[in-house]
């Protein structure tokens, strides 16, 4: 059973960057069916798609948060991280890693980490 | 960007009710790439659907997805006192991108 679980800061000043990384257990991020995904929820937005990576390293960005996000990709922890740099209040959010079966639907997601821009 | 419009914001309904969830997206889309999802307090979404109307694995067949031009339909048989939660539809284009519906809370009445 894959299992994919967010960590990192729960809190981050405004105009710093965000860092949080995804652990995946139960299935090799390096297998190439998949791509690894990160989406954040607010209650003003409902949820957003961030951006993801494939485990060669191309990557995928929202073109509204493209400027400002950085995903990557370490499969020898099989992890994956992502960064959200210049934050403010509005980044305040749930923040969801999930797995994409190459797709464009998302069948796995960890639980889901509070981060707070204040 | 396509966006997807669901309706109604929220339904309330009794155990044992016929629940039907719609998604408008704001032009054509390849229904492929049309997903339901389901998500309850505390907890991150669960796919039930995708590809418009194929049931993801160990999801009842209480649930089903179907579609009409770009009007997409979550239907849920007869709910289950489980079922109560909000349900969001996702679509994925080429660009690449990513874009969900806003919601639609199916409460207790």
């Known amino acids: 059973q894959v299992q994919l679980q967010e960590s990192g800061p729960g809190l981050v000043k405004p105009s710093q960057t965000l860092s949080l990384t995804c652990t995946v257990s139960g299935g090799s991020i390096s297998n190439g069916d998949f791509y690894w995904s990160w989406v954040r929820q607010t209650p003003g937005k409902g949820l957003e798609w961030i951006g993801f990576i494939f485990h060669r390293g191309t990557t995928y960005y929202s073109p509204s948060l493209k400027s400002r996000v950085s995903i990557s990709i370490d499969t020898s922890k099989n992890q994956f991280s992502l960064k959200v740099s210049s934050v403010t209040a509005a980044d305040t959010a749930m923040y969801y890693c999930?797995?994409?079966?190459?797709?464009?639907?998302?069948?796995?997601w960890g639980q889901g980490i509070l981060v707070t821009v204040s | 960007e396509i966006v997807l419009t669901q309706s109604p914001g929220t339904l309330s309904l009794s155990p044992g009710d016929r629940a039907t969830v719609s998604c408008r997206a704001s032009q054509s889309i390849n229904n492929n790439y049309l997903a339901w999802y389901q998500q309850k307090p505390g907890q991150a979404p669960r796919l039930l659907i995708y590809?418009?109307?194929r049931r993801a694995a160990g999801i009842p067949d209480r649930f089903s997805g179907r579609w009409s031009g770009t009007d997409f339909t979550l239907t849920i048989s007869r709910l289950e006192p489980e079922d109560f939660a909000v349900f969001y539809c996702?679509?994925?284009?080429?660009?690449?991108?990513?874009?969900f519906g806003q919601g639609t809370k199916v409460e207790v009445k």
């Open positions: 996702q679509h994925y284009d080429s660009s690449p991108s990513v874009t």
């Open positions: 999930a797995r994409d079966p190459t797709v464009g639907h998302f069948d796995y």
């Open positions: 590809g418009a109307s």
